[in-house]
């Protein structure tokens, strides 16, 4: 089927959906100028993961981790949201019971204006304590940018703060767990711009679809979610979303 016949057959589904779940990745923000981790263009090629985004890492060299993680926040201050969060901004509005549920941590859905976001892998601009002192909330907003003193220390007992990100071989917080479960029993499920290879994040198409949800995946690629969802829409999460919003208008109004 052409890629505007799906998206009809898309905007058609989605005219009756009460209740929506959207899992983002790296993709969706490739638009405004920030990098996936695998891509060609991926933060990866410079530096491998094991030295930047592990508990491992920050032990052994704190002021290494956070040169990265200061360097991807001064970057990020000069992004803004593509049409791709755009549309998924007006949809957290047009559908009664909409989520998102995004792996992303550069915070472009919320600054588009989404509602109901849930971030599974934390923020770039959040920061917690590494001691976990008794004080200090789990996570708080920082946005100092630059940091001016490498590394940052703890408000509350003087002590190392960390970026709020998960960083490999850590858990998912768990309430985010159980909110992007209930989430995954919709009426339309949509995957976007995500390689599909990062559990538990991965599985959640595969959970919708056994609850019986329409799913649709947009990439650029193909990825293992191919082979779960009902409607693949090869293509730039920026043009493919725009074009779906473009036949929803269309078909309501008409
Ligand atoms: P990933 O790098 O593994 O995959 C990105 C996917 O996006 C690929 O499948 C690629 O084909 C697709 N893609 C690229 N451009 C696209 C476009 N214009 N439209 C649609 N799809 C496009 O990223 P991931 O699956 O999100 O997972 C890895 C981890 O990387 C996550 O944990 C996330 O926290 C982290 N990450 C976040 C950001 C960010 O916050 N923007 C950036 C890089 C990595
Ligand atoms: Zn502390």
Redesign the pocket.
């Known amino acids: 089927m052409a890629l505007d016949e799906q998206i009809e057959q898309v905007a058609n589904r989605l005219k009756t959906a009460q209740r929506m779940t959207v899992m983002?990745?790296?993709?969706?923000?490739?638009?405004?100028g920030?990098?996936?981790?695998?891509?060609d263009e991926?933060?990866w090629k410079e530096v491998r993961p094991e030295q930047i985004a592990t508990p491992q890492a920050f032990r052994k060299d704190p002021k290494f981790v956070w040169d990265w993680y200061d360097s991807r926040r001064e970057k990020l201050k000069e992004c803004s949201p593509n049409r791709?969060h755009e549309v998924l901004a007006s949809w957290s509005n047009r559908f009664p019971d909409f989520t998102l549920i995004?792996?992303?941590?550069?915070g472009?859905h919320e600054l588009a204006g989404t509602k109901n976001v849930i971030r599974?892998?934390g923020s770039?601009w959040e920061v917690g304590c590494w001691e976990e002192c008794p004080t200090s909330p789990h996570r708080w907003e920082d946005r100092t940018c630059p940091i001016p003193d490498h590394p940052p220390k703890c408000p509350y007992c003087g002590g190392l703060i960390r970026p709020g990100?998960?960083w490999f071989g850590e858990v998912i917080d768990p309430e985010v767990l159980v909110m992007s479960s209930q989430a995954s029993r919709c009426d339309v499920f949509f995957t976007?711009?995500?390689?599909?290879?990062?559990y538990p994040?991965?599985g959640l198409v595969s959970d919708a679809k056994d609850h019986g949800a329409f799913t649709v995946e947009?990439?650029?690629?193909s990825?293992p979610s191919r082979e779960v969802v009902d409607v693949s829409l090869v293509?730039?999460?920026?043009n493919?979303l725009d074009q779906i919003e473009l036949a929803l208008s269309r078909s309501v109004s008409s």
């Open positions: 983002t990745g790296a993709g969706v923000s490739v638009a405004s920030i990098p996936t981790f695998r891509g991926g933060f791709g995004t792996q992303n941590v550069d472009l599974y892998h770039l990100v998960v976007i711009g995500t390689s599909s290879l990062v994040a991965a947009i990439n650029t690629e990825t293509g730039k999460s920026e493919v």
